[in-house]
Structure formats: structure tokens, C-alpha cells
């Protein structure tokens, strides 16, 4: 492996994990991707703790019809600036960039950048069934989901529902779990909780954004 990063063993095996999921099946899940310290320090920052304040409404493509878009996803985001953002989403931020550059060497990919939101989805709210590329020309190659939430409950709900070809995989939002699959492939929903759900959602994108 020619690839030099400052990461951990413990990382390195959590990257060489996610590379065999998605060369396999195109979707990989693992645990503690983040520890529960750095799940706390990110959901204490002020965004999350006020975030249905200070998140926008998330909406589809142009958005050129509110009403439909709210039958159709319910969550609130708010985009991560990497030149503003604070010391927890930072380190979120770099460890996705050495998960990105590992990938790109190991599968021999050529992923350039990403981009990630906080996101919060409220009690009961819910995103049907998608694909997270709606056009031809978009450039997001892989989906990558970082949950926040401790001590989830399965009777809570909020599970991630994934189509495979040959059936569909549930996953719970649990804290520090990262989800990661082909953007252009894999239908996946996100089912009403009884509970606010939080994560990190992004994508690695072919082009610098
Ligand atoms: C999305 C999405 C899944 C999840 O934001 O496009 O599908 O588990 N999120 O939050
Ligand atoms: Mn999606």
C-alpha cells in the first residue's frame, strides 16, 4: 500500500472494511466509526443543540414544489463549511477525507471531495424510498451516513431501509455507526422515528465541489 495516513489500526481496519463492502455488495455498515466522545462533542455544538432553529427544511432537486417535497422527505439540514467549521466536525471531516483517499487507492477510484450536512429528522418525520442521484450528470459517487444517536432502540424506529437486489437490510441510526454505498446504485428510505434522529449525511463526489 503506497497510501500514508495518519490513522490508527483500529481506523485502517474500519476503512479496509468499508472497501471490501462496497466492492462486493456496493454498501458497507460498520460501528464505532466515531467513539462516543466525539459523537457528544459533535451533537453538544450549538447547531445540533438548537437545530431545528437554526437547520433549513432539506428539499429535492429544484425545489420547485414545496408541497410535494414534504410527502416525500422531512428532515432538516444545515451544510458543513470546512473553512468555519468547529473542532468536532472538523475531525469528522478529516476522517472522511483519509476514508476518501483510502478508497480511492484501494478500489482505484478517483473521488475528489465531499460534501456533508448535519441533519436532524423530527419525531414521525421520514425520507420515502430514493436514489441519491436524481440526474444523469450528478457527481456524487458514493452516499456516506454517520449517526448520532445513543442508545437507540429498534421499537424507536428511524431504521435505514436498503434495496438489494435480493431483499431489503435495515439499520439502525445508532451512535457512531457509518453506513456507505454506491450513490447511483442502491434505493434505500429512511422510516419515521419516535424519536428526533440525528447524523451526518454526505456524499464523495467525483469533481471538487
Ligand atoms: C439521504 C438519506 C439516509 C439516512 O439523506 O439522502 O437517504 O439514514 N439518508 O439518514
Ligand atoms: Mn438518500
Redesign the pocket.
Known sequence: MILHLSVNNALLSSFNTIADGLATDGFSVIDNFLSEAEVKAITSLDGFRNGLLHFKKAGIGRQQDKQINETIRG?YIQWIDKTTAPQPLHLYLKQIDDLRMFLNQSLFLSLKDAEIHQ?IYPVGSY?KRHL?QFKKDDHRKL?V?CYLNENWQEEEGGQ?RVYFPQGTKDIF?VAGRLVCFRSDLLE?E?LPATRERL?L?GWMLDRIL
Open positions: 428532515d441533519t425520507y441519491d452516499s451516513i435505514l441510526p434505500h429512511v447524523s449525511t
